[in-house]
Every structure is written in structure tokens, then in C-alpha cells.
């Protein structure tokens, strides 16, 4: 049996996981053997639990998204690291899909799932429509749910010190490891982040995405994409 370590980041104050945390109580919803580390930068952030499961609390003030990433993957003592963005929620029984998987193919590394959104605006079907043939090309995000074999992880030195386009640069290098799933089962995204900046947002990642394949470092691009 397989043994998960679900690692939460927290990137900022406002983020929030009790939607996140639901996804994973009652056990019935996720059958399966797993950890949960929540890596924050406030150290305002307090202790919670999962029904009897106390939550291990990471804080790290002042780092980048990647290395609070990899603050909670240190802590991390599962096979199987599987990383679930704030406002995110894994579909039922996705522990033991992954788990199915794994079996039936063990050659592969790591992997995802699909993503949906909780609006039904013609913006967010688009997205999702968009996302799910970027897969198809290789390229996905951190709300998607990227799970990996824990060796592979340490073997390809965890996140960059980035603080943007740090899922990304992680799961380009993952895919030129080994073979990756891309389960049917869909995580739920929220949609909030782009509600009121749909054109923004749609802008700023075309434009990012180009300059990132120019070579432009994802640390220099971050004042474009937050500001």
C-alpha cells in the first residue's frame, strides 16, 4: 500500500484551505494512507486538524514559492508526494486512483489530474478546455494536483527558487524523466483568482509563457504578472 504525503502550500495570508482540508474528511473520500503538511509563509497561520490526523504546520517567512514548496517536501515521509494548491479540492477517491495506477503502469513517475472550475462562466469552460489539450502537450500547472514518486522528486532537486512558473519548470523537467499519468478524475479549481481580470489574466499568461520560453527567468516576471 502506498503511503501519500499531501503537501498544502499557503503562498498568501488570504489563501484558504478549509475547502481544500474537506476534500481530503471523511476518510471514506480518500480510503488511503496519507500525511498532511501545510507550508505557510505567516507565522500567524494556526495548528489545525483533520478529524483525529493533527496537521504538520511548516513556516518558512520570506521564501519563494518553490522553496516553500520544498520546505514542506523535506518534511514529507510518504512515497508518493502529491501537491494540492489552496482553494483546490481532490476528487473523491483520488488517493486510490493514483494508487490503481501506479500499479498498472509502475514504470511511471508521477503525473496529475484534470481540472474544472466552481464557475459555470463560458471563461472558466474555456480554460478548462484549454488546460486539458495543453496536457495533452505536455504542459500543465500546480492546480492540477502534480503527485510524484518521492525518489524522483529528490533526484531532480525538488522546485527552482522561483516564485512564479515554479509548477511549471518543475513538471517540464518530470516529463523528460520518465512516464507520467494524467488521471480522468477532476480536481476542482477556483475560479476566483481570474473572475474579475478575465482578459488580464488571459493576457499576462500568453505573454509570460512566451518570455519564459525565450529564456527570461520566471523571478524577473513576477511584478508583470502581480502588478
Request: aromatic residues 14%; contains cysteine; glycine residues 8%.
Amino acid at each position: 500500500m502506498i503511503f501519500f504525503s499531501i503537501i498544502l502550500p499557503i503562498f498568501d495570508e488570504f489563501q484558504e484551505i478549509t475547502a481544500t482540508l474537506a476534500s481530503l474528511s471523511p476518510p471514506s473520500q480518500q480510503p488511503s494512507e496519507f500525511e498532511v503538511i501545510v507550508a505557510h509563509r505567516q507565522p500567524t497561520v494556526k495548528t489545525t486538524t483533520l478529524g483525529d490526523q493533527k496537521i504538520e504546520m511548516v513556516t518558512c517567512p520570506g521564501v519563494s514559492r518553490g522553496a516553500l514548496l520544498n520546505a514542506g517536501a523535506d518534511r514529507a515521509t510518504g512515497d508518493i508526494l502529491l501537491f494540492l494548491w489552496p482553494d483546490c479540492r481532490l476528487p473523491e477517491q483520488a488517493l486510490p486512483a493514483i494508487e490503481a495506477n501506479f500499479e498498472v503502469l509502475p514504470q511511471a513517475i508521477g503525473g496529475n489530474f484534470h481540472v474544472t472550475f466552481d464557475a459555470p462562466s463560458r471563461f472558466a469552460q474555456g480554460l478548462k478546455l484549454l488546460l486539458k489539450r495543453w496536457r495533452y502537450q505536455g504542459r500543465y500547472f500546480g492546480h492540477s494536483g502534480i503527485f510524484v514518486r518521492k525518489e524522483i522528486f529528490e533526484a531532480l532537486g525538488g522546485f527552482r527558487d522561483y516564485d512564479l512558473l515554479e509548477d511549471y519548470d518543475f513538471t517540464q523537467r518530470m516529463e523528460k524523466q520518465g512516464a507520467t499519468l494524467f488521471l480522468p478524475h477532476y480536481i476542482t479549481a477556483s475560479a476566483r483568482p481570474f473572475q474579475n481580470r478575465k482578459l488580464r489574466a488571459a493576457i499576462s499568461w500568453m505573454v509570460i509563457y512566451s518570455l519564459y520560453r525565450l529564456g527570461v527567468s520566471p523571478n524577473d516576471l513576477v511584478n508583470f504578472y502581480y502588478g
